[in-house]
């Protein structure tokens, strides 16, 4: 008796919702790439599920799955079920959706370039979700899916040399040649280039790592809680050898951090209001720097840097130390222009909304250990709930206050203050993108038939 075929119609009906099975898979993966789960190598698997469905279900779905996969991230990182305790609480959800926004117009593209293009699929979708990220910052919404990589120190050290949209790329390119082999039932080139690729780089990391090196050290504190307190804390740090304490954004007042800084002796990188959103120096002799100006004000918080005005870093007695300002850290130029300054170390005093299970806290703190592996400079990052940081040069993580602790200190060693090549190209990377997925689109308009839904 002869098989009777099944209609296309029912067959992009099954795959529609194996679809939607696939992308829920690849947002579980995801958050559980993502802080405070940190499992960084699933980065490099999260959307090979989605990229599959994508590729074998009708094009008209690759928003819905997005939207499903940025769904099911945000109910796994903001709580299950959903914690929220009032109702402005649900507009920790906004950001989620802009995500899934942007990853269904990656899907698109990925869509386009079909899954059977062998390495013009791998480096256009890697190049398209560098395009889509770079579109999001610009239109004030930065994401980057190299947060999947912030504990991955021996891979960060690639930043420096390629920029976090180079860690984006990998995430990208790594994904779609699994899903590609996946979807082909083989081990591809492709695949098997990626992953001896990642070997080695993380071999390579380490040794950087661990090669002996003599620089200054300095002892530095993150402050973290309520300004009643941090006299206090000031002196307990000090107590413990601190010669350089970080306060939250916007969280004392000149008078009073020259007098602490006077007091024990410390150098005291502070937040403050005077207008406008600034963070300032207060050094040992009671002296305070010219004030550096927060360059990208977050939702509707006044503009406090304006163009053409100087992005000031501060003298020390342990040299060039700069400082930008929360939400500064979700952008390049704020730290490349720090970087560029001559920064040994850079200061993030920092105030993040509270949202459930302190979702932005963890994933705004992620940011820290790419900037600092992107500039080769360490970076302390002070909040005044959670996620507060010493991270080194390297993007490790030295020290790491969690919620309600008041306090992380480490020994740090200074940046050269030369930056690195991503600190001089910043986002012309970009452009390099912008030119592989262009050559990617062609390739595949010329060699890849059109798709149909597979059985």
Same mark, same amino acid.
């Given at each position: 008796?002869?098989?009777?075929?099944?209609?296309?119609?029912?067959?992009? !009906?099954?795959?529609?919702?194996?679809?939607?099975?696939?992308?829920?898979?690849?947002?579980?993966?995801?958050?559980?790439?993502?802080?405070?789960?940190?499992?960084? @190598?699933?980065?490099?698997?999260?959307?090979?599920?989605? @990229?599959?469905?994508?590729?074998?279900?009708?094009?008209?779905?690759?928003?819905?799955?997005?939207?499903?996969?940025?769904?099911?991230?945000?109910?796994?990182?903001?709580?299950?079920?959903?914690?929220?305790?009032?109702?402005?609480?649900?507009?920790?959800?906004?950001?989620?959706?802009?995500?899934?926004?942007? =990853?269904?117009?990656?899907?698109?593209?990925?869509? &386009?370039?079909?899954?059977?293009?062998?390495?013009?699929?791998? @480096?256009?979708?890697?190049?398209?979700?560098?395009?889509?990220?770079?579109?999001?910052?610009?239109?004030?919404?930065?994401?980057?899916?190299?947060?999947?990589?912030?504990?991955?120190?021996? !891979?960060?050290? !690639?930043?420096?040399?390629?920029?976090?949209?180079? @860690?984006?790329?990998?995430?990208?390119?790594?994904?779609?040649?699994?899903?590609?082999?996946?979807?082909?039932?083989?081990?591809?080139?492709?695949?098997?280039?990626?992953? #001896?690729?990642?070997?080695?780089?993380?071999?390579?990391?380490?040794?950087?790592?661990?090669?002996? &090196?003599?620089?200054?050290?300095?002892?530095?504190?993150?402050?973290?809680?309520?300004?009643?307190?941090?006299?206090?804390?000031?002196?307990?740090?000090?107590?413990?050898?601190?010669?350089?304490?970080?306060?939250?954004?916007?969280?004392?007042?000149?008078?009073?951090?020259?007098?602490?800084?006077?007091?024990?002796?410390?150098?005291?990188?502070?937040?403050?209001?005077?207008?406008?959103?600034?963070?300032? =120096?207060?050094?040992?002799?009671?002296?305070?720097?010219?004030?550096?100006?927060?360059?990208?004000?977050?939702?509707?918080?006044?503009?406090?840097?304006?163009?053409?005005?100087?992005?000031?870093?501060?003298?020390?007695?342990?040299?060039?130390?700069?400082?930008?300002?929360?939400?500064?850290?979700?952008?390049?130029?704020?730290?490349?222009?720090?970087?560029?300054?001559?920064?040994?170390?850079?200061?993030?005093?920092?105030?993040?909304?509270?949202?459930?299970? *302190?979702?932005?806290?963890?994933?705004?703190?992620?940011?820290?250990?790419?900037?600092?592996?992107?500039?080769?400079?360490?970076?302390?990052?002070?909040?005044?709930?959670?996620?507060?940081?010493?991270?080194?040069?390297?993007?490790? $993580?030295?020290?790491?206050?969690?919620?309600?602790?008041? *306090?992380?200190?480490?020994?740090?060693?200074? #940046?050269?203050?030369?930056?690195?090549?991503?600190?001089?190209?910043?986002?012309?990377? $970009?452009? #390099?993108?912008? !030119?592989?997925?262009?050559?990617?689109? &062609?390739?595949?308009?010329?060699?890849?038939?059109?798709?149909?839904?597979?059985?």
């Amino acid at each position: 008796m002869k098989a009777q075929s099944v209609p296309a119609g029912a067959l992009a !009906l099954r795959w529609g919702a194996f679809g939607a099975l696939y992308a829920a898979v690849s947002g579980a993966l995801l958050a559980a790439a993502l802080p405070p789960y940190d499992a960084p @190598l699933l980065g490099f698997v999260a959307f090979a599920p989605l @990229l599959l469905a994508v590729w074998r279900a009708p094009q008209f779905l690759s928003i819905p799955y997005a939207l499903i996969t940025a769904g099911v991230a945000s109910l796994v990182l903001t709580g299950l079920p959903f914690t929220a305790h009032y109702s402005y609480d649900y507009l920790a959800l906004v950001p989620f959706g802009m995500f899934g926004a942007f =990853l269904g117009m990656t899907l698109m593209g990925a869509r &386009r370039l079909g899954s059977a293009g062998g390495w013009a699929t791998v @480096l256009g979708v890697g190049a398209t979700g560098v395009l889509c990220e770079w579109l999001a910052a610009r239109l004030d919404f930065p994401y980057t899916v190299a947060l999947t990589l912030w504990r991955d120190a021996p !891979l960060l050290w !690639l930043a420096g040399w390629v920029g976090v949209w180079g @860690l984006s790329f990998l995430v990208w390119a790594v994904n779609a040649a699994l899903a590609q082999a996946w979807a082909q039932r083989r081990i591809t080139t492709p695949l098997k280039l990626l992953a #001896g690729a990642l070997v080695s780089l993380h071999a390579l990391g380490w040794l950087q790592m661990n090669l002996p &090196r003599e620089r200054e050290i300095v002892r530095v504190a993150v402050v973290q809680g309520h300004r009643d307190f941090f006299p206090e804390w000031i002196r307990q740090a000090k107590a413990q050898g601190a010669q350089i304490v970080v306060l939250p954004e916007v969280s004392w007042n000149i008078p009073h951090a020259t007098s602490a800084a006077w007091q024990h002796a410390v150098c005291l990188i502070f937040g403050y209001w005077d207008g406008r959103n600034s963070a300032a =120096l207060a050094a040992p002799d009671g002296s305070v720097s010219a004030p550096y100006y927060k360059m990208h004000p977050y939702g509707g918080e006044p503009r406090s840097w304006q163009e053409g005005e100087p992005v000031r870093a501060f003298p020390s007695p342990f040299g060039t130390l700069g400082a930008v300002i929360c939400y500064d850290t979700m952008f390049t130029e704020p730290c490349r222009r720090q970087a560029l300054n001559g920064a040994r170390f850079i200061a993030v005093p920092t105030h993040d909304p509270t949202t459930p299970n *302190l979702a932005f806290h963890y994933l705004h703190g992620a940011t820290t250990t790419l900037r600092a592996a992107e500039h080769r400079v360490p970076m302390a990052r002070s909040e005044d709930c959670a996620a507060s940081m010493i991270v080194d040069e390297w993007g490790r $993580v030295r020290a790491y206050a969690p919620p309600h602790e008041p *306090l992380a200190i480490a020994d740090v060693p200074l #940046g050269s203050g030369r930056g690195t090549l991503a600190s001089r190209v910043g986002d012309w990377f $970009v452009l #390099g993108y912008a !030119l592989l997925a262009a050559g990617a689109f &062609r390739h595949a308009r010329k060699h890849t038939p059109r798709l149909t839904p597979e059985a």
